[in-house]
Nanobody, 121 residues
């Protein structure tokens, strides 16, 4: 059974930092692209950052230079370091894993339950 368990969310003042973690189980971690999405109230879900198994990274334009995604394949964990947080970063952040089914070639996706990040003074 695949599980993605996020931690590290919370309330932080503007300009502050948080580090999100996502521990994965039930998957071959290194075979997966790992990423973070977020959904703010009243808005569409958006991809914040993603890192492939080969360490290629992609970021949402509004977080470039402030957020950094990293992964520890030995610990089956992906991180999102968030610095210089802004009120508009307030959202539920979801961990995401994507891989190809080795038999069908079709994409397989898994999601965590989400962790709330609130940026407010």
């Amino acid at each position: 059974q695949v599980q993605l368990v996020e931690s590290g969310g919370g309330l932080v003042q503007p300009g502050g930092s948080l580090r999100l973690s996502c521990a994965a189980s039930g998957i071959i971690f290194s075979d997966n692209d790992m990423g973070w999405y977020r959904r703010a109230p009243g808005k569409e879900r958006e991809l914040v950052a993603i890192m492939t198994g080969g360490s290629y990274t992609h970021y949402l334009d509004s977080v470039k230079g402030r957020f950094t995604i990293s992964r520890d394949n030995a610990k089956n964990t992906v991180f999102l370091q968030m610095n210089s947080l802004k009120p508009e970063d307030t959202a539920v952040y979801y961990c995401y894993a994507k891989r190809r089914n080795r038999y069908t070639g079709l994409p397989v996706e898994n999601w965590g339950q989400g962790t709330q990040v609130t940026v407010s003074s």
